[in-house]
């Protein structure tokens, strides 16, 4: 996929462009979700609504720190149209691994999954 995006898509706006569509479609999906309409469980006020709440917090600080451990601008693709504007050649970013990154891959994915796998299991929770 990255190939053809590239192939169509000038690479000093390659990122920028591949970060608003996964936004866009993000988006779309979360507007038109379907929840379940009926409640299987319901923990809340008991300790293991507040376990699962407390699991789904962590999972978006990990989300959070695991941003601040990169650099936000090639992150979103930004610095690549800065240097694009001003005409500089795009240096391609090193591969480094600080901190959770020497534990997985992707820890702003893994920080997701955990705050929708504890959000999913206490939405499906109920006496």
């Known amino acids: 996929f990255k190939d053809r995006w590239k192939a169509i898509i000038p690479p000093s706006i390659e990122r920028s462009s591949y970060v ?22 319901d923990v809340s006020g008991q300790m293991l609504g507040s376990v699962l709440a ?16 990169i650099n936000h601008f090639h992150l979103f693709g930004l610095h ?17 691994t600080p901190l ?15 705050s929708a796998a504890s959000d999913a299991v206490a939405s499906t929770l109920t006496p």
Do not use: D
């Open 54 to 69: 407390a699991i789904y917090i962590l999972g978006w600080v990990v989300v959070l720190f695991s941003t601040f451990l």
């Open 100 to 114: 959770l990154y020497k534990l997985v891959r992707h820890p702003m994915m893994t920080g997701v999954l955990i």
């Open 80 to 96: 690549q149209a800065f240097e694009n504007l001003t005409e500089r050649e795009t240096k391609e970013a090193s591969f480094v």
């Open 20 to 41: 608003l569509v996964v936004a866009l479609l993000t988006a779309a999906m979360i507007l038109l979700w379907q929840p379940l309409p009926l409640v299987i469980w």
